[in-house]
């Protein structure tokens, strides 16, 4: 706590090329918005700074951002693998290995929803489309419009976090992803699908709140105030 209210640590990206951590203005936004204090996580190799992370914040966003590398699920890269970030996919394990110890709140985002999964034991498909053997056809996850546009709908199942906060069955979404969650890890339960049965969200429900989310709320909340739920849940708890 900072004054009374809870600190929020938000997981950075890192961009190779300029030796640069960087965070959209959407997510601390957001949580500014919620009444809490939003602290950026840099990416860095040092360990004992990871530690002092988690004594720092209250709760932790894991944020969106390029794919992880498939040996940290037992997995090589294929071909169809993007960009990887190795010091942030570890950084960011540690970080939600740690949290989930000691039952710190968590909230992933994207790419944070597949760490929280990897952290915990699940796997996750390298490429959905590619890897795709459920006789279905996928409908568009990586969305060529605006980032504020909501593209598709999901369908939220009964008697779970993410139902608890929305209070609905469905609710509308935007889509920047070809990863996705494939093996639910142990302990956690689907909370959302889309309409081609990708996972859109995970939660473990023995936790304090451990949610996982494949949209990106922090770039719908502007249009759409209903997307600030999620930040207002995870302040609350915290």
Same mark, same amino acid.
Do not use: D, Y
């Given at each position: 706590m900072y004054k009374g209210k809870p600190v929020i640590g938000i997981t950075a990206a890192f961009d190779f090329e300029k030796s640069t951590s960087n965070l959209r203005d959407d997510y601390y936004e957001?949580?500014?918005?919620?009444?809490?204090?939003?602290?950026?996580?840099?990416?860095?190799?040092?360990? +004992?700074?990871?530690?002092e992370y988690l004594d720092i914040c209250d709760g932790i966003i894991l944020s969106g951002g390029p794919d992880v590398d498939a040996l940290q699920f037992g997995q090589s890269n294929m071909p169809y693998t993007k960009e990887i970030s190795p010091v942030r996919d570890n950084m960011e394990l540690f970080l939600a290995r740690q949290a989930l110890a000691v039952d710190k709140p968590l909230l992933g985002i994207c790419r944070g929803i597949q760490v929280l999964n990897i952290a915990s034991g699940g796997s996750i498909f390298q490429d959905i489309y590619a890897e795709n053997n459920?006789?279905? +056809?996928? $409908?568009?996850?990586?969305?060529?419009?605006?980032?504020?546009?909501? $593209?598709?709908? $999901?369908?939220?199942?009964?008697?779970?976090?993410? +139902?608890?906060?929305?209070?609905?069955?469905?609710?509308?979404?935007?889509? /920047?992803?070809?990863?996705?969650?494939?093996?639910?890890?142990?302990? /956690?339960?689907?909370?959302a699908c889309s309409e081609d049965g990708i996972i859109e969200a995970i939660s473990n429900e023995s936790k304090k709140f451990v949610l996982g989310v494949q949209w990106h709320p922090e770039n719908l909340w502007r249009k759409d105030k209903i997307h600030l739920k999620l930040f207002e849940r995870l302040v609350a708890v915290c």
């Open positions: 957001a949580i500014i918005q919620c009444g809490a204090v939003p602290v950026m996580i840099p990416v860095t190799e040092v360990k +004992s700074v990871w530690v459920s006789g279905k +056809s996928l $409908i568009q996850h990586c969305q060529a419009a605006p980032r504020w546009f909501q $593209i598709h709908n $999901i369908t939220i199942l009964e008697n779970n976090c993410l +139902s608890g906060i929305f209070g609905r069955q469905t609710l509308k979404v935007n889509s /920047f992803h070809h990863q996705a969650v494939r093996e639910i890890a142990p302990g /956690f339960i689907v909370n």
